[in-house]
């Protein structure tokens, strides 16, 4: 038996889930890794754009990233855009290509950023318990209006929870992984 709100349930898990990849893939994990710079905005002709698209971005070694303007005389305005992110990386400009160098990360900060891993997870995990309990919510309206019957409604609940259950490990698992990658990275 498949249901609205559980198909409507999954699809926002999965929502949430993609959100927590994302955030993320932001995270430094002192390696070189380009979606470091997906949040960078460069002035490029009076408008801002992405970095990727006014530059090719490439990982010549393990920690450095090589950034190659599509037009040289956008080579300053992508370093201003650097220098003024948070990422706290110093672009070095040779004229032509700026290289990030990524330090290594140090074991007091490693442990900085796994915390915050599991915070972006615990958020991940609220915005999915969220999201049970209105598919919850939606289920008993439509067998308090007689949509459904009792069995219905407990079949239909144990649905949801199986669910969310798969999207909580999922977060988990993920999780998992980059606290991995940033504690032996």
């Known amino acids: 038996m498949t249901n609205s709100a559980i198909s409507k349930a999954q699809e926002n898990m999965k929502k949430s889930i993609d959100v927590l990849r994302k955030e993320l893939a932001n995270i430094r994990a002192g390696k070189a890794n380009a979606s470091i710079l997906s949040n960078v905005q460069v002035e490029y002709y009076g408008s801002n754009v992405p970095l990727n698209q006014v530059a090719s971005i490439n990982i010549p070694e393990a920690r450095v990233l090589l950034i190659t303007p599509y037009d040289k005389s956008s ?9 003024s992110s948070d990422l706290g990386l110093n672009p070095a400009n040779d004229g032509n290509v700026i290289r990030l160098v990524i330090p290594q990360l140090t074991g007091e900060r490693r442990q900085e950023i ?3 891993v599991g915070k972006e997870a615990e958020e991940t995990r609220i915005a999915v318990r969220n999201v049970r309990r209105d598919a919850m919510d939606d289920i008993k309206k439509q067998q308090k209006n007689s949509d459904i019957t009792e069995d219905d409604l407990h079949n239909l609940e144990k649905q949801v929870q199986k669910v969310t259950d798969k999207a909580v490990a999922d977060i988990n698992d993920i999780a998992a992984a980059k606290e991995k990658e940033i504690t032996e990275g």
Do not use: F, G, V
């Open 114 to 116: 796994a915390k915050q």
């Open 75 to 83: 080579l300053d305005a992508i370093e201003h855009s650097i220098n």
